[in-house]
Structure formats: C-alpha cells, structure tokens
C-alpha cells in the first residue's frame, strides 16, 4: 500500500492520539498555572506530530529520516515533562503512566518507520 497522505501514516495516527493526551492532561488542577511546563509538554507533543508531517513532505528519503530523528526526540520530552507533571502532582499516577506509554508507542513506531526508510535507501 503506497501511503499518499501524512494522515495515513500510523505514526502520525499515534502522534495524533498523544497531542490530545497531553492537551487533556494540562488543562487540570494546577497544571495550567506552570506556564512555562505546560507550554513545554504541549509544544513537544505537537512536534512530534509536526516533524512527521514535514518529513513526509519533503518527499525524501533522507530528509524525512531526519525529521522522523526530531519527532522520536520530541517523544522522549513529552515523557521527561511528564515526570516533572508527576513530581509536582499535576498529573495521577495512571493518566503518567497512560500517556507515558503513548509517547512510547510513537517513538517505536517512528522508529520502525524510520528503519525501513533506511532499509529502502539501502537497496
């Protein structure tokens, strides 16, 4: 299956998913008066989606391999803010560990993405 648009990329489904995660989470309890975290966990989690959508845009292999290296980053800063919601008590243990797994789920995949990206470059 030839994928023509960014909104088939299971990737983006999944980045897609954790931005309304994330958003669903900052507008609880105190969450919304750290500013500075708040701004920071939502801005990642939109990057993740963002990096995807301008690497496929690029229509090339090594272009999009290198945004993907930015949207699996952005992934890992969703999860190190979400400790800091965490140790702040913004964020319940379960909703942490929710949306710490969805941020997870996206680097795989953007991972196996970007590994058969490479494996295409190869051949």
Partial sequence: MKIERFEDLECWQEARNLCKMVYSNVGKGNFPKDYRLRDQITGASISVMNNIVEGFASQS?????????????????????????????????????????????????????RRYLVKQKAV
């Fill in 61 to 113: 292999n090594p272009e999009f391999i290198r945004f993907l290296s930015y949207a699996r980053r952005s992934s890992s800063e969703v999860q190190t803010c979400l400790y800091v919601a965490l140790d702040q008590k913004y964020i319940e243990e379960n909703q942490f560990t929710v949306v710490y797994k969805q941020a997870g789920k996206c680097r795989m995949m953007i991972d196996g993405l």
